[in-house]
């Protein structure tokens, strides 16, 4: 068990990512007590965007027991880094089939925003702040996008810090956002978005309908602000793509 070569562990974990569509490298790679593969220091090339590369401090993988006394494969893992942690489960629908459907979920714990370059270089826009959270998904293994599943999130602490100025804002600052959306069929349904900071406040919902290169997804998302900054209460729509949002405001009626 000790003796397999790091070197072939490391090539073993590409070349099975691969397999599943994922572009994934390792630094290292080694089996670790109780049973399971733990790799350092790993990144993710995001598909369809050259150069975004989101990356880990550590990755460990465990087989699940349980599940697979009934029959059916599953996993466990707990990803490291940007100063927070995410643990998933992943459970096979098929019995000793890993091709078939796939149910996964993922808790999100203190991961920082603002240490995640691929974020800034997706999105054009510098987001800080602490994520916490739960998502779920369900769907075939190469085509989860397509699957369905649910998130609730929340960002405490945080802001946008914008490359040029809007509004004659250079950041917006916040101290807790919430978000609520279930996703089927590359459709994102935002039930809600809530944001409130020092003199900031307000609402989102709508739909992102999710594209195979990320940053082409479309967002369509209406609500209201109050920004003393901007005069008080103003309607607020954010179209466009994630790479390019379009923000458009106006007074309330």
């Not at 003796?3 to 089996?31: K, W, Y």
């Not at 078939?100 to 979920?105: F, I, N, R």
């Not at 004659?168 to 807790?176: D, K, M, P, V, Y």
Request: a neutral charge.
């Amino acid at each position: 068990y000790w003796t397999v070569p790091s070197a072939i562990l490391e090539r073993s974990v590409e070349q099975a990512a691969a397999r599943r569509g994922v572009d994934l490298t390792a630094e290292s790679a080694r089996l670790v007590v109780p049973p399971g593969l733990r790799v350092e220091k790993c990144g993710f090339a995001l598909p369809d965007c050259p150069g975004v590369i989101a990356t880990a401090h550590r990755v460990t993988a465990r087989p699940a027991l349980w599940p697979l006394i009934g029959g059916r494969f599953a996993l466990t893992a707990r990803g490291e880094g940007y100063g927070g942690r995410i643990d998933g489960r992943a459970v096979f629908k098929n019995r000793f089939d890993l091709s078939g459907p796939v149910a996964c979920e993922a808790e999100i714990d203190g991961v920082e925003l603002g240490r995640a370059a691929w974020l800034e270089q997706l999105s054009g826009t510098r987001i800080e702040g602490t994520l916490s959270g739960v998502v779920s998904m369900a769907g075939e293994p190469r085509e989860l996008l397509a699957g369905s599943g649910s998130a609730e999130l929340v960002i405490e602490d945080g802001g946008l810090r914008f490359t040029e100025p809007w509004r004659g804002l250079s950041s917006i600052e916040f101290e807790r956002v919430v978000v609520k959306a279930d996703m089927k069929s590359l459709i994102v349904t935002v039930r809600s978005i809530t944001f409130a900071g020092s003199g900031l406040e307000g609402s989102l919902s709508g739909t992102v309908r999710l594209r195979s290169r990320l940053a082409a997804s479309v967002i369509n998302l209406k609500g209201g602000v109050s920004v003393p900054a901007l005069g008080g209460d103003v309607s607020l729509n954010v179209g466009g793509t994630i790479a390019d949002p379009v923000v458009r405001i106006g007074r309330s009626s």
